[in-house]
């Protein structure tokens, strides 16, 4: 609504240049979660991982945190080897693109009293994190 606005008072002030100037100003176009999850950069993704992630997970290796490769689709606390804590053991999440996305963004939000003290404020990162750990088969 700013940029109409802006470009109201300058229709007003310049007269017949603003109006095409009008025609070719939008205001910025917000992307919902999906579209972000659709238009993610797995490259990205995998360079975010590599700065963030490897310091408690591998992709092959359960570390502090259990290992990564085929987690789309994977019921939450069920990697083989690895000791989750009580609420991601009882937690009934598929990991989907969704549900990781939520994961990253909060997941204390979608696991109370899980034991992951690191989130992904960007929905940018979390979306390539996501299109990355997706490719992860």
């Not at 919902?32 to 238009?39: E, P």
């Not at 693109?97 to 990253?104: E, F, G, I, S, Y």
């Not at 109370?112 to 690191?118: D, S, T, Y």
Request: aromatic fraction near 6%; glycine fraction near 8%.
């Amino acid at each position: 609504m700013k940029v109409k606005a802006v470009v109201l008072v300058l229709s007003c002030l310049l007269g017949s240049v603003a109006p095409s100037l009008a025609q070719s100003v939008q205001a910025p176009v917000r992307q919902g979660a999906g579209a972000r999850l659709a238009s993610a950069n797995t490259e990205r993704g995998k360079q975010l991982y590599d700065s963030r992630c490897v310091a408690c997970h591998s992709v092959d290796a359960n570390r502090a945190g259990p290992l990564h490769r085929g987690v789309l689709g994977r019921k939450a606390g069920s990697v083989k080897g690895f000791d989750y804590s009580a609420a991601l053991k009882k937690s009934t999440v598929i990991w989907t693109r969704k549900t990781l996305n939520a994961w990253l963004a909060d997941p204390e939000k979608l696991v109370p009293g899980q034991a992951m003290g690191f989130s992904v404020s960007e929905a940018a990162d979390r979306a390539d994190l996501v299109a990355y750990l997706a490719g992860l088969k």
